[in-house]
């Protein structure tokens, strides 16, 4: 097959290499893979030495001549059985260059729950445009959340979860001492964006049940996590000194090689976290609540604790119960890395894709 590939490579290398794979992965098997992005990305030598060619364009905006035009050109230049578009600003652009190319397909990727709307406009220009031929979603939850929004066709919305592996979370363990905390810390570590969604209030209202573990520990990874109504909950938790803020980092892995298990405690939105997989890869075991597709990657109670959104006790029991239990922990993390090995594998997630293009073109 020959595959347009429209996305951007500009984010920090372990976020954007799950994806940036999987296109190396399909040009391994045999297929004419072809990238548009910004020539400057981090990942564009990588993509060269696979033998993928390089577009340099991408959009400044949500409808760009510039960026239609330059797509058109190279549809008309030689045939594409697949464009599949990335992102919000890709889409768009990708679909009004597909017009007129019938025996392209256009296919987009969708990455988090709620948000898009039959009655929304500006939907229509990104996964209800009249010229996407289907949707890839990241978790089955966001799939059941899309397929509810399209006229037709709901069998073309499809579950393809992204692929990893292991070596590329082998992280060395930061020595505790560089973090402030004793050897014997049990570590907690929580990673997200400062924004209502990610829950970080949830877990901290969760520490007024914890207090009591004297030598537990919870570690906030993110811009902007320190607002004053967090800080007020981490002070009034009765553990303000063993709740850091740590903002941005760079060495996320090697934190998180470090904890003794990681929570993510959203209450809406989610996708499929990136850092639930990052934890299940160097075997650390979870805490997820049910909201979007983190259900999805654990086995509640074998490989990770699944609880309900909004419960700071549900968090609170199960950090407890991890917390005396190193054998469960050690048990869980293992089970969890398995897991990762044997489910979400790289070539699964490229032959699926692969499967799934050659279902719409066969139709």
Known sequence: MNILIFSSYKDAWNSVRPEAEMFIEMANLGHNVTIVTQAESEYVPRFKKKGIKIIDCYPSKKVDCNTIKTLRTELKSMHYDIVYAMNSKTIPNAAFACIGFKKTKMVTYRGTVGGLYRHDPSAYLTHLHPRVDGIICVAQAVTDDVQKQVWKNKEHVVTIYKGHDLNWYQAKALDRTQLNLPQDAIVVTCIANARPSKGVHILLDSAHSLQDIDNLHILLIGRDMDTDSN??????????????????????????????????????????????????????????????????LLIDGESGYVIPVNDPQAIAEKIRLLSQCPEQRKAMGQKAQQRVANDFSLQQTAQQHLNFFQTLLSR
Request: glycine fraction near 10%.
């Open 231 to 296: 800080l007020s909950l981490a002070k009034a938790s009765g553990m303000q000194d063993r709740i850091h803020f740590l903002g941005y980092r760079k060495d996320v892995p090697e934190i998180l090689a470090t904890s003794d298990m990681q929570i993510q405690p959203s209450i809406s939105g989610e996708g499929l976290p990136k850092t639930i997989i990052e934890a299940m890869a160097m075997a650390v075991p979870s805490i997820v609540t049910t909201t979007g597709g983190g259900k999805e």
